[in-house]
């Protein structure tokens, strides 16, 4: 608690009592607590690929430049760590740009197929799964719409996409699929993303959602991810007034699930 004490005065100047303010900080406080750690993770998650850059040209200037095979394969690395700046930064501006529209509530909303929309995103990720012999199957029924901003909707499918090919082994299937729940959940509809991957250890699983937060950072790092495609999903589930789920098994895969108002039409 913090607390300020101001002494009252009447019109003669003759003190008539104290007022005594408390100030519940707790939340502020842990609020401060994020902004920082964000700022340090930020600024850790960005000086990574700047070491590696600067250490490689520093070699080549030192003289690596004169094998034209070391230079070369240096130089790749430079433009793979400079790709993953350029990566971070996206994710980070996409992130802020959701958190600021979400704030002001200017995100438009509109009722529509939700199929469409998936399927978009599918298209969108059949190149990256053809490449890694990930095949891709998807189940919407036509009847089914959300009340969603389709950009954002697709961009979450994406992100849930990318991961669930990038995590699965070559030859397994992943699969998108949309269904209104019977019952209880009445309008609502349920996306999922399911592979059959290498799953996550239930260790993992509450803090999935934060951002830079990875299972296995090396893993994560090798294949491009930036530790914030999960966090971006949060976000937009949140604009749809919705929540993402996660289950997993370690090594038999994971299925996330997003749940957004819709319904049959
Ligand atoms: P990244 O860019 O590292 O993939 P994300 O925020 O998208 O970051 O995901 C956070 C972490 O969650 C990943 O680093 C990975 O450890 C884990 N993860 C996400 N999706 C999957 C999945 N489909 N299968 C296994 N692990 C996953």
């Not at 920082?36 to 993770?41: G, H, L, Q, Y």
């Not at 200017?106 to 799964?129: D, R």
């Not at 969603?148 to 992100?159: F, G, I, S």
């Not at 038999?252 to 108002?261: N, V, W």
């Amino acid at each position: 608690l913090q607390t300020n004490v101001v002494t009252l005065y009447d019109g003669k100047g003759e003190s008539v009592g104290v007022l005594i303010v408390m100030n519940d900080v707790t939340k502020l406080r842990r609020l401060e607590r994020i902004r920082s750690d964000f700022v340090a993770n930020v600024s850790h998650e960005l000086r990574t690929p700047i070491t590696s850059i600067r250490g490689y040209v520093e070699t080549l200037l030192d003289g690596a430049l004169d094998d034209r095979e070391d230079a070369v394969r240096f130089l790749q690395i430079v433009l793979r760590q400079s790709q993953r700046l350029n990566a971070i930064i996206d994710d980070l501006l996409a992130l802020s740009r959701i958190e600021q529209e979400s704030n002001d509530g200017s995100v438009h909303m509109e009722e529509g197929p939700l199929c469409c929309v998936l399927e978009t995103a599918v298209q969108t990720c059949q190149v990256n799964a053809d490449q890694r012999g990930v095949k891709l199957a998807f189940d919407c029924p036509e009847a089914v719409v959300a009340i969603m901003n389709e950009t954002l909707l697709e961009q979450a499918v994406v992100n849930l996409l990318v991961n669930a090919i990038k995590y699965s082994k070559e030859g397994d299937t992943v699969l998108v699929r949309a269904e209104v729940p019977d019952g209880a959940q009445e309008n609502r509809v349920r996306i999922s993303v399911k592979d059959t991957g290498c799953g996550i250890s239930p260790e993992h699983l509450p803090r999935l959602f934060e951002r830079f937060y990875r299972s296995d950072k090396a893993r994560s790092r090798e294949l491009g991810g930036t530790g914030l495609g999960l966090a971006i999903v949060k976000h937009i589930a949140g604009t749809h007034h919705g929540r993402i789920d996660v289950t997993s098994r370690l090594g038999e895969g994971s299925e996330f699930t997003l749940t957004i108002p819709g319904r049959m039409a």
